[in-house]
């Protein structure tokens, strides 16, 4: 990958962070006010199906999958679905400063699992940056780590482990196949794993709720639209160690953005733990511009 694709795809990401940070507060505006997650998920499935499906056919003609790229798609749809499955379960058992912060192992996870997955070295440089982001991540999240539920510990845990395989599936569908059409046989494995927990639930609401929600449920679902679109592009141009490391801007948008919407304060720790998420942040993006230059 040249240098200048490197950077386009570190900057795809972090718009892609954002973005799904950003439509967090939303998504807490929307279950207010009667759109659950699990309905949610499931109806914006459906819409990025149809888009996503529209704009493959477009461009490609066909929405089908060659064989080699088969397992990595479906992967990613798996992966995709377990990563909101499990990431929202665990917030029922254990505080979600705590579920965040063990949620956000997974850039580390993707870290460990490169050498193998992608031959990519393990540099101490790396490491350091993920334990500079982490570290602000539980200063600014700041949680409690008193009466912990094993069974969110276990789901917050399995939702890292969904994500650092979510990346290494992207990386590998999107570069055999259209992002779009990799992006709509995602959704499409979605819908039905969705649908399951919906009616696990009991909350499976009817569209009239959506439309009653109108403001908060678009401004989510367009949002993560735009969010898992530029996601997918970004990991056809990155590396998922890289990509992974900036996507710890993810939850400093949705504090800030929370103080907005939510009407919520910043505490000082809030403060000094974000700054130091996104000097890790600037830091992972010089270090790897820098590192293409040095090795073209």
């Not at 795809?9 to 967090?24: P, R």
């Not at 254990?94 to 996870?109: E, N, Q, R």
């Not at 969010?227 to 490391?245: C, Q, S």
């Not at 974000?274 to 993006?285: H, N, P």
Request: aromatic share 8%.
């Amino acid at each position: 990958m040249s240098n200048n694709t490197i950077l386009t795809g570190l900057s795809l990401g972090l718009l892609a962070a954002l973005c799904y940070g950003a439509n967090v507060p939303y998504a807490k505006l929307a279950a207010e006010a009667g759109a659950n997650g699990p309905t949610v998920v499931f109806y914006r499935a459906f819409l990025l199906v149809a888009l996503l499906g529209g704009l493959g056919l477009a461009r490609g003609g066909t929405l089908a999958v060659a064989r080699p790229w088969r397992l990595p798609v479906f992967g990613l749809g798996i992966a995709t679905s377990f990563v909101g499955l499990c990431y929202i379960s665990s917030v029922a058992f254990i505080p979600v400063g705590i579920a965040t912060i063990l949620y956000y192992t997974y850039p580390l996870l993707i870290l460990v699992a490169s050498p193998l997955v992608d031959g990519e070295r393990l540099t101490l440089a790396r490491l350091a940056i993920f334990a500079l982001a982490f570290i602000g991540l539980v200063i600014a999240l700041g949680a409690d780590f008193g009466a912990l539920d094993w069974r969110g510990l276990v789901l917050a845990l399995m939702g890292a482990a969904a994500a650092a395989l979510q990346f290494f599936c992207a990386a590998r569908a999107t570069r055999g196949i259209n992002p779009a059409i990799a992006g709509f046989w995602t959704q499409l494995i979605l819908i039905p794993i969705a649908l399951a927990a919906c009616l696990a639930s009991g909350r499976l609401a009817s569209p009239a709720v959506l439309f009653a929600a109108a403001v908060p449920v678009g401004l989510h679902i367009g949002l993560f639209v735009l969010a898992f679109a530029v996601h997918l592009t970004a990991a056809r141009l990155t590396p998922p160690a890289a990509l992974g490391l900036v996507f710890c801007a993810e939850p400093v948008a949705s504090i800030l953005l929370a103080t907005q919407v939510l009407d919520e304060h910043l505490t000082p720790e809030q403060v000094s733990g974000g700054t130091l998420v996104l000097i890790a942040v600037v830091a992972s993006v010089l270090m790897e511009s820098r590192r293409k230059v040095v090795s073209a």
